[in-house]
């Protein structure tokens, strides 16, 4: 008695897919897709946040060697960093708070976090812009592939009652075709659930290096702050 073994050329990926059903086509196509897309922003924000860490621990390490803030600010407070950013807005609202004859230390203490927190929640949120294609992939696309199977299934089904026949030639390509759409869903969403993962711990991480960056330049505004006050009286 002959074994039913679908062959290699049937099972191919190619040939399931143009096979397939033309809903279940269409699955797979805006599948492939999004894994193209969650692919294209994993490598571009991967090496775009690493970068961005390499220039900002550059650009601190500099800022913190200076003598002069103002010659440092006038020189570099320009450059597309998120330090730099947070660097002029500290100086520009210590410029504002100070130039009145009558100086309120504590309101110019909370402005400064104030302005340079909101230059932080501003940069992380230029850097994370598309992360959340990732998270929606993610989420998305097993269910998506999941209904490409069930399309699938439903599809076979329907062909086992046209023919009046349960044998496995007849249910299997529509069964192999519905398998290999959640296939695709699980190979789009794997790498989008991971990838956002680790691409978010790496912006936390960047948003806790700037917090402590505008800690201790708020400590350094706060000192002089403290000197012009006495020096004063």
Known sequence: MPTLTPS?????????FLHADIVVKLVMAGLLLASVWTWAIIF???TRIRRTNRKVAAYEADFWKASDID??????????LPSA??????LDEWRR????VQVDRQGTRERLASRMNLAIAAEIETLADRLNILATVGSV??????FGTVWGIMRSFTAIAGANNTSLAVVAPGIAEALFATAIGLFAA????????RLTHGIDRLEARLGRFADRFHAT??????SEIGAGH
Do not use: H, Q, W
């Open 8 to 16: 290699t050329d049937l099972m191919s990926p190619l040939t399931l």
């Open 44 to 46: 571009t924000y991967a």
């Open 71 to 80: 010659a440092f600010a006038a020189r570099r407070g320009e450059e597309k």
């Open 85 to 90: 950013a947070v660097l002029s807005a500290g």
């Open 97 to 100: 708070s100070t130039k009145a």
């Open 141 to 146: 696309a097993p269910f998506v592939g999941l």
């Open 190 to 197: 794997i790498p989008a659930v991971i990838a956002y993962n």
């Open 221 to 226: 505004l706060s000192r002089e702050l403290e």
